[in-house]
């Protein structure tokens, strides 16, 4: 009876290691005698950890592989004789599970990965917490408002996160989702964001605070309200079309639009002639306007384009400089998007449209 027990005990306590580590199985035919390498990293960094076995026959095994956080995984086969290629065709997501990889080399987008929960968990999410056109559809009384249109998608893109995470609240994979809902949420415009963030992170039923994804994530909600409405910018550099250097310390006009665009952004120069109606109407009245290019590595193209079309407005280039890009500074995460601030620098509304920002002219200059 004892002998049993210890045996029985034995069995137990290596389950549980099992389920504390991750091991991979794989059995592929028609693949050569070889090395296979897994590439690890979290879902924020480059890939960090590598791990190399061989294959013999087909087969290749990777055992007691310690995951403290999710994880980020590929496969990279390196024949005897031959190039290295990916052993599958796409990334997928690990934790501390026991998977089984199968299939034919000859056709590599058909391998199997079966026993991966967290993979499983990604792809029934995969089109959950990207933005949808239906978000914005408006059918309350057949009403056309553009602003309405984005409050309501606000609303549905939000509650439709919610009910992810709260689904599985006990998954490290919704830091994923809120990570990804933290950097699109500047499409809806929304002015609830930090708040919507942070109930989001108190659904989860879970201690996330020293993984680095979440560390990334509260880094992210702080610099989001640093920077949103009522809050001053801090002061940020450029170089201007002469090559000069330009401190924001120079804006003093009373309302300062800052417009920024890329030479890769097709919508931020299509909306170039909307601005400029509003420049010419406003600026005599104190109102400036300041275009701040990404193109940091095409200072000559950007140049040129200015040249060609000879916009009226203040035009600056971001760069790496002492004080930062002003663009990684105020949370500009698409283009093209812009941020009204006043003659204190203090944020008055981000993302203005043209209709809302004449209105707001008007009444105010």
């Avoid at 299509?270 to 095409?298: C, N, Q």
Wanted: charged residues 30%; hydrophobic residues 40%; aromatic residues 10%.
């Amino acid at each position: 009876m004892h002998r049993k027990l210890i045996v029985v005990c034995l069995f137990i306590a290596m389950a549980c290691n099992s389920r504390k580590s991750l091991t991979i199985n794989g059995q592929i035919s028609n693949c050569e005698d070889g090395k296979i390498t897994l590439y690890l990293k979290n879902a924020i960094s480059r890939f960090e950890e590598t791990y190399t076995v061989e294959i013999k026959g087909g087969v290749f095994n990777f055992n007691n592989i310690k995951i403290d956080e999710l994880k980020i995984a590929d496969l990279i086969y390196l024949p005897n004789h031959g190039k290295e290629i990916g052993l599958n065709t796409h990334y997928f997501w690990v934790e501390n599970d026991r998977i089984k990889i199968s299939g034919d080399f000859r056709e590599r987008e058909k391998i199997q990965i079966v026993g991966n929960s967290i993979d499983k968990l990604a792809e029934r999410y995969n089109d959950v917490w990207m933005p949808k056109r239906s978000d914005h559809h408006v059918d309350e009384g057949n009403i056309n408002s553009p602003e309405l249109s984005k409050a309501l998608a606000a609303d549905r893109y939000f509650n439709r996160i919610l009910k992810v995470v709260k689904e599985n609240n006990d998954s490290q994979f919704m830091l994923v989702v809120i990570y990804n809902y933290i950097k699109l949420i500047n499409i809806y415009e929304d002015d609830k964001g930090a708040k919507r963030i942070e109930k989001l992170l108190a659904t989860l039923n879970f201690n996330y605070n020293k993984l680095p994804i979440s560390k990334k994530i509260i880094s992210t909600l702080n610099l989001f309200k640093s920077v949103s409405a009522g809050n001053v910018l801090s002061v940020f550099e450029g170089h201007d079309e002469s090559g000069k250097l330009f401190n924001s310390s120079a804006l003093h006009n009373k309302f300062t639009l800052l417009e920024f665009w890329s030479l890769g952004c097709r919508p931020c120069i299509e909306a170039f002639p909307a601005w400029e109606e509003v420049y010419k109407k406003y600026h005599t009245k104190g109102f400036e306007m300041l275009a701040i290019s990404l193109d940091r590595d095409r200072p000559e193209e950007w140049s040129r384009f200015l040249e060609k079309r000879n916009l009226p407005w203040k035009n600056i280039v971001e760069f790496d400089g002492e004080k930062g890009r002003a663009s990684e500074k105020f949370f500009i995460t698409y283009l093209p998007q812009n941020i009204l601030i006043d003659e204190n620098h203090r944020v008055i509304e981000r993302n203005i449209s043209k209709d809302r920002l004449e209105l707001f002219l008007e009444k105010s200059l």
